[in-house]
Nanobody
Framework: QVQLLESGGGLVQPGGSLRLSCAAS????????MAWYRQAPRKQRELVALIRSGGSTNYADSVKGRFTISRDNAENTVFLQMNSLKAEDTAVYYC????????????????WGQGTQVTVSL
């Protein structure tokens, strides 16, 4: 019923910027936490940034000061503004959200997007 769709990935030069978007659609009562994860070919999937329904955020140490996560609750959308990109940021980026489909659903359910490729290279 619920799906997440990412967009905004692509190829950028080191030092460049990119803005990712993830829109949730379907039967949604409310969205709790939303987050961005990434996975490079040689590494485990890692949490990049998280934003709670109240707006508080957490970032991986590797992206602090460079990335900014935000959300538009009216549009059920989360964003990731990526600045000063490095080659090490190259990965598939995945959107994740904890979504309640009804007022009595309790803790909600975790949904994942399909992923969007970000490549940082000369």
């Amino acid at each position: 019923q619920v799906q997440l769709l990412e967009s905004g990935g692509g190829l950028v030069q080191p030092g460049g910027s990119l803005r990712l978007s993830c829109a949730a659609s379907g039967s949604i009562f409310s969205i709790k936490n939303m987050a961005w994860y990434r996975q490079a070919p040689r590494k485990q999937r890692e949490l990049v940034a998280l934003i709670r329904s109240g707006g508080s955020t957490n970032y991986a140490d590797s992206v602090k000061g460079r990335f900014t996560i935000s959300r538009d609750n009216a549009e059920n959308t989360v964003f990731l503004q990526m600045n000063s990109l490095k080659a090490e940021d190259t990965a598939v980026y995945y959107c994740q959200a904890n979504i309640l489909r009804a007022v009595d659903e309790g803790f909600g359910r975790i949904y994942w997007g399909q992923g969007t490729q970000v490549t940082v290279s000369l």
